[in-house]
């Protein structure tokens, strides 16, 4: 038996007794658990100190499996085709004989799905009775893993074992859309929003502050290194990190890039990974430089602020 397949095998065993597994996602890392068993689900809340009232991911293989828990339509096809498996989350309405635990959707008539990409975790999905609930693998607040050390570092040996999938492809969340009634972007993420409108032939607005509904990290403060922040700076002080777009001529050891030449989409890749390796190396504060508000960047932005949040 190849290693992988060894550990689809101890990820399968950990997780129909009810117990936490992590699982390597193309955008980050997912805390997993049987999302049909409330007892499961529970211990994702608890470990990630995950208020009650955030309701979490379900991730399926297959159309059919997921057709049992929600009501699909028109939209959710067309984008299905376009971009599944792949970084784009769908909030649907639950159906009334769905299996799915209640303490998934926190008691709510809707549920967010996606297929997820990476290949060890879809080969665990195929061979699971159950779909998996995963909200990204950090404590709450925090940056979210792009890779096994990651997940160590956000829980130690507390959970009973990691799926190591390699590094996180898009390195970000998916993207949200709520499909339940007009379309709307509830999350920016590993899908552009100019690809989304262009699929579906219209403008689909990008709402996370309507009230009546739970947007993704409520609380404003998200995607936390736990240090200050602050965005578009031209210079560092001293002792301050300084993260960049674009490499520079002449460097210092407190410059820190996103990418070498400006390339948004791997600068989004490589964004977590620097503010987790930037607070790792004890700096008080991070300053950012302006990155531009487009494409990936806009994502970038997004996270950037909830990050420096008060
Ligand atoms: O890329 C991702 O989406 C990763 C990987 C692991 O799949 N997961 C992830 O999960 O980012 P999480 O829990 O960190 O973020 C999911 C967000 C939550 O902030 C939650 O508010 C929102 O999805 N959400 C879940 N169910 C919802 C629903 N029924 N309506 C609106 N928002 C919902
Ligand atoms: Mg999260």
């Known amino acids: 038996m190849n290693n992988n397949l060894a550990n689809i095998k101890k990820s399968i065993f950990f997780l129909n007794k009810n117990e936490c597994v992590a699982i390597p996602t193309e955008t980050v890392y997912g805390l997993a658990a049987n999302a049909y068993s409330?007892?499961?689900?529970?211990?994702?809340?608890?470990?990630?100190?995950?208020?009650?009232?955030?309701?979490?991911?379900?991730?399926?293989?297959?159309?059919?499996?997921?057709?049992?828990?929600?009501?699909?339509?028109?939209?959710?096809?067309?984008?299905?085709?376009?971009?599944?498996?792949?970084p784009l989350t769908f909030v649907l309405k639950l159906k009334k004989k769905s299996r799915i635990s209640r303490i998934v959707t926190n008691n709510k008539k809707?549920?967010?799905?996606?297929?997820?990409?990476?290949?060890?975790?879809?080969?665990?999905?195929?061979?699971?009775?159950?779909?998996?609930?995963?909200?990204?693998?950090?404590?709450?607040?925090?940056?979210?893993?792009?890779?096994?050390?990651?997940?160590?570092?956000?829980?130690?040996?507390?959970?009973?074992?990691?799926?190591?999938?390699?590094?996180?492809?898009?390195?970000?969340?998916?993207?949200?859309?709520?499909?339940?009634?007009?379309?709307?972007?509830?999350?920016?993420?590993?899908?552009?929003?100019?690809?989304?409108n262009k699929v579906?032939?219209?403008?689909?607005?990008?709402?996370?502050?309507?009230?009546?509904?739970?947007?993704?990290?409520?609380?404003?403060?998200?995607?936390?290194?736990?240090?200050?922040?602050?965005?578009?700076?031209?210079?560092?002080?001293?002792?301050?990190?300084?993260?960049?777009?674009k490499k520079r001529k002449k460097s210092y050891k407190n410059y820190y890039y996103l990418s070498k030449t400006k390339n948004l989409k791997q600068a989004a890749k490589n964004l977590y990974k620097i503010l987790r390796m930037v607070k790792n190396k004890n700096y008080k504060s991070i300053v950012v430089e302006r990155i531009p508000n487009i494409g990936f960047g806009e994502v970038i932005n997004e996270r950037l602020k909830r990050a420096s949040a008060k």
């Open 38 to 86: 409330s007892k499961s689900v529970k211990k994702i809340y608890s470990l990630k100190k995950r208020p009650r009232n955030n309701p979490s991911i379900v991730h399926y293989s297959n159309l059919n499996q997921l057709k049992k828990d929600c009501e699909i339509n028109k939209n959710f096809l067309i984008l299905y085709k376009k971009f599944c498996p792949g």
């Open 200 to 245: 579906l032939n219209k403008n689909i607005k990008y709402d996370r502050t309507n009230k009546k509904i739970t947007v993704p990290g409520q609380s404003k403060l998200h995607y936390s290194p736990g240090i200050p922040i602050k965005l578009n700076t031209l210079k560092p002080k001293n002792n301050e990190a300084f993260i960049l777009i």
């Open 110 to 196: 809707t549920v967010a799905v996606r297929f997820p990409k990476n290949k060890l975790t879809q080969k665990l999905l195929k061979l699971l009775k159950y779909p998996l609930a995963a909200p990204s693998a950090n404590i709450s607040t925090k940056i979210s893993p792009v890779s096994k050390d990651d997940v160590k570092e956000e829980f130690g040996n507390k959970i009973k074992f990691i799926l190591d999938g390699g590094r996180s492809k898009i390195g970000l969340e998916s993207t949200i859309i709520s499909l339940v009634n007009k379309p709307r972007i509830l999350r920016l993420g590993g899908i552009e929003r100019t690809k989304i």
